[in-house]
């Protein structure tokens, strides 16, 4: 995938511009949807990047200082499934990461206590119920519209699709704080 793939899968989840805004991007690895999010957010908008992997962070902040000076960046060495000191969130991204955690229902329970009324939480993940070794845990669109009611978020709904060469695509899906 390239950057336009990470916006594509991005766009219609968060309102561009917003100046003003506050997301975390959890488990965001080397950043490539940290950049989409700094893009679509605009300059003046506020990221939390938090990865367990410091060298990641590092690679990331390289990058989004060449890209995107104007975007206020915290990085974050945690691991997303344990509690987080963040501010209140208009919105998180969470891209290929879910698919690491078994239980999934207390981790989602914590994170939406972070968002702000009517935060938004965009899910990208494989559209699969099975995976393998270094996708253990994936779940489907339908998987999630359920996960996510259960969970405490509603209006979930697809915002898109991208074909991928590992379990043959990757959806992702905006969920609101119910």
């Not at 506050?22 to 950043?31: F, Q, R």
């Not at 949807?33 to 990641?56: C, E, H, M, N, Q």
């Not at 208009?90 to 968002?115: C, T």
């Amino acid at each position: 995938m390239n950057h336009q793939d990470h916006l594509q899968l991005l766009q219609g989840g968060v309102p561009s511009p917003q100046p003003d805004g506050v997301w975390a991007d959890l488990g965001s690895g080397w950043g490539a949807f940290t950049l989409a999010l700094a893009d679509l957010l605009g300059p003046g908008a506020t990221i939390y990047s938090v990865d367990k992997d410091r060298s990641s962070l590092r690679e990331q902040e390289g990058e989004m200082r060449r890209r995107f000076m104007g975007t206020n960046m915290h990085y974050v060495q945690a691991d997303f499934t344990n509690r987080l000191d963040l501010p209140a969130l208009d919105g998180m991204v969470m891209a290929n990461a879910l698919h690491f955690v078994r239980r999934k229902e207390p981790v989602l329970e914590m994170l939406r206590s972070y968002l702000k009324p009517d935060g938004r939480l965009i899910l990208v993940e494989y559209n699969a119920d099975s995976g393998n070794l270094w996708v253990p845990f994936p779940l489907s669109y339908g998987t999630w519209e359920k996960l996510a009611s259960r969970s405490g978020f509603a209006s979930t709904r697809l915002l898109s699709t991208v074909p991928s060469r590992f379990l043959r695509e990757i959806y992702s899906a905006l969920s609101v704080v119910g």
